[in-house]
């Protein structure tokens, strides 16, 4: 029988998708030993649309050492971002992907979700670590480790489960059950529904209005029914099982954020692992040290997932005019606010974005903006961006301000009379 100092740290990764890969992958470089448990039957299935690989998240590639690959297979995007009235006409063009560019040193990447899912698959170090065609049915816990039992009759055990099988997460159920025969009323059922219920409810969602969805299903190459659900949960681990990716934070797809926001997740739960581990000579952590690890892992993801999930939620609403409101800020606002706007609001979900932080970064393109984890590095303060070119915080939040007013006011006010009354006092 090994010892403790010889066992080495095993994770259960449950879910096969990009985050669960990513997951291998990182774990392997931070010397923990992983499990991928998928229930499909391949790496890659025909499922899923594409992924963008914003810089931040192929600066996490880089330190994998899949950048190169990610890239040979990737399309860079190109033109602009177009606001349009429902008839096609446009209302606003930005340049938005060469202000990205140019402002963190990479080229956002347009993937088929396939392809991605093929290169993580490739390019594992060792893909026994993978096993397909198996379906969780049960998690249990003790004082040594945790086990996951498979409807094959198998079984997988590990120091910690960690849960990246997405929105409707057996993980998820099973870590609730347990907390609650444990310690009865730590998870809120009501909590639950509520949370599934927010998630249903934004499920119709309009997604575009540059094209009619018709004209897209022609030039298909294949498609599939997908839920667009957004939602982000209270609790995030449980003894030791914890969840990354779209089991604990999912957000609207406009700003392709999902995918990028997995891949930080397992970030930061990898670089709190190997610090543990390499400090404790990779002897496996208490229940307690776990614990708190994991909850370390929630305090610095939550807050910056819900940055990015009321992000997301306010493009989209935007972009579908989900209110009269919404509807003035996207034609009379948006179109008279700079063209880097958007690109300077993106900036800082970029460059503060989560490293591995064992691992060299190796060559990479500076861009017009310093990276946060390199300010951090070498003590120097970050660009500061202004909300509006030439002025500063408060006067660009009152002039923002009062064009909202004015614009809402505006269209109440519509009659051609006052309007021209408006023009003639001007």
Same mark, same amino acid.
């Given at each position: 029988?090994?010892?403790?100092?010889?066992?080495?740290?095993?994770?259960?990764?449950?879910?096969?998708?990009?985050?669960?890969?990513?997951?291998?992958?990182?774990?392997?470089?931070? @010397?923990?030993?992983?499990?991928?448990?998928?229930?499909?039957?391949?790496?890659?299935?025909?499922?899923?649309?594409?992924?963008?690989?914003?810089?931040?998240?192929?600066?996490?590639?880089?330190?994998? @050492?899949?950048?190169?690959?990610?890239?040979?297979?990737?399309?860079?995007?190109?033109?602009?971002?177009?606001?349009?009235?429902?008839?096609?006409?446009?209302?606003?063009?930005?340049?938005?992907?060469?202000?990205?560019?140019?402002?963190?040193?990479?080229?956002?990447?347009?993937?088929?979700?396939?392809?991605?899912?093929?290169?993580?698959?490739?390019?594992?170090?060792?893909?026994?670590?993978?096993?397909?065609?198996?379906?969780?049915?049960?998690?249990?816990?003790?004082?040594?480790?945790?086990?996951?039992?498979?409807?094959?009759?198998?079984?997988?055990? @590990?120091?910690?489960?960690?849960?990246?099988?997405?929105?409707?997460?057996?993980?998820?159920?099973?870590?609730?059950?347990?907390?609650?025969?444990?310690?009865?009323?730590?998870?809120?059922?009501?909590?639950?529904?509520?949370?599934?219920?927010?998630?249903?409810?934004?499920?119709?969602?309009?997604?575009?209005?540059?094209?009619?969805?018709?004209?897209?299903?022609?030039?298909?190459?294949?498609?599939?029914?997908?839920?667009?659900?957004?939602?982000?949960?209270?609790?995030?681990?449980?003894?030791?099982?914890?969840?990354?990716?779209?089991?604990?934070?999912?957000?609207?797809?406009?700003?392709?954020?999902?995918?990028?926001?997995?891949?930080?997740?397992?970030?930061?739960?990898?670089?709190?692992?190997?610090?543990?581990?390499?400090?404790?000579?990779?002897?496996?952590?208490?229940?307690?040290?776990?614990?708190?690890?994991?909850?370390?892992?929630?305090?610095?993801?939550?807050?910056?997932?819900?940055?990015?999930?009321?992000?997301?939620?306010?493009?989209?609403?935007?972009?579908?005019?989900?209110?009269?409101?919404?509807?003035?800020?996207?034609?009379?606002?948006?179109?008279?606010?700079?063209?880097?706007?958007?690109?300077?609001?993106?900036?800082?979900?970029?460059?503060?974005?989560?490293?591995?932080?064992?691992?060299?970064?190796?060559?990479?393109?500076?861009?017009?903006?310093?990276?946060?984890?390199?300010?951090?590095?070498?003590?120097?303060?970050?660009?500061?961006?202004?909300?509006?070119?030439?002025?500063?915080?408060?006067?660009?939040?009152?002039?923002?301000?009062?064009?909202?007013?004015?614009?809402?006011?505006?269209?109440?006010?519509?009659?051609?009379?006052?309007?021209?009354?408006?023009?003639?006092?001007?």
């Amino acid at each position: 029988m090994k010892t403790l100092r010889e066992k080495k740290f095993r994770a259960v990764v449950v879910g096969g998708g990009v985050t669960g890969l990513v997951a291998a992958h990182a774990f392997t470089k931070a @010397g923990i030993d992983p499990v991928v448990l998928e229930r499909g039957g391949e790496a890659a299935p025909p499922t899923g649309a594409s992924i963008t690989i914003y810089p931040h998240g192929a600066r996490i590639l880089q330190r994998l @050492g899949l950048l190169e690959r990610t890239q040979n297979i990737a399309d860079p995007f190109e033109g602009g971002v177009t606001n349009r009235w429902p008839d096609g006409t446009p209302i606003q063009w930005s340049d938005l992907w060469r202000f990205v560019r140019e402002n963190h040193g990479a080229e956002l990447m347009l993937l088929e979700r396939r392809g991605y899912l093929e290169v993580l698959w490739e390019n594992l170090p060792d893909k026994s670590k993978v096993l397909f065609n198996k379906k969780v049915t049960d998690i249990v816990e003790d004082n040594d480790g945790i086990e996951v039992f498979l409807s094959d009759g198998t079984s997988e055990r @590990g120091d910690i489960v960690v849960g990246a099988d997405g929105v409707h997460s057996t993980v998820r159920e099973k870590m609730w059950e347990h907390a609650n025969r444990l310690e009865p009323g730590i998870i809120d059922v009501k909590k639950k529904k509520d949370a599934e219920e927010m998630a249903a409810s934004v499920a119709d969602m309009p997604i575009s209005e540059t094209m009619v969805f018709g004209e897209l299903w022609k030039k298909r190459w294949r498609g599939s029914v997908v839920d667009i659900e957004e939602g982000i949960f209270s609790r995030w681990h449980y003894g030791r099982t914890l969840l990354v990716g779209d089991t604990a934070h999912k957000i609207t797809p406009i700003l392709a954020l999902g995918g990028n926001s997995g891949m930080e997740s397992v970030v930061v739960l990898t670089n709190l692992l190997h610090a543990n581990l390499s400090a404790a000579d990779f002897i496996s952590p208490s229940r307690h040290t776990l614990n708190c690890l994991f909850q370390r892992y929630q305090d610095q993801r939550l807050p910056r997932m819900k940055h990015i999930m009321e992000f997301s939620r306010l493009i989209t609403r935007t972009q579908a005019w989900d209110n009269w409101i919404l509807k003035m800020v996207s034609i009379w606002v948006l179109p008279y606010l700079p063209q880097r706007k958007l690109a300077n609001d993106l900036e800082e979900i970029i460059r503060k974005a989560p490293m591995l932080d064992f691992v060299p970064l190796g060559e990479w393109k500076q861009g017009r903006l310093e990276w946060e984890d390199m300010k951090l590095n070498d003590g120097r303060e970050g660009e500061k961006k202004d909300l509006v070119p030439g002025l500063k915080g408060l006067q660009a939040k009152v002039l923002m301000a009062t064009a909202l007013v004015l614009s809402s006011l505006l269209w109440v006010l519509s009659a051609k009379g006052f309007v021209k009354w408006l023009v003639i006092q001007a």
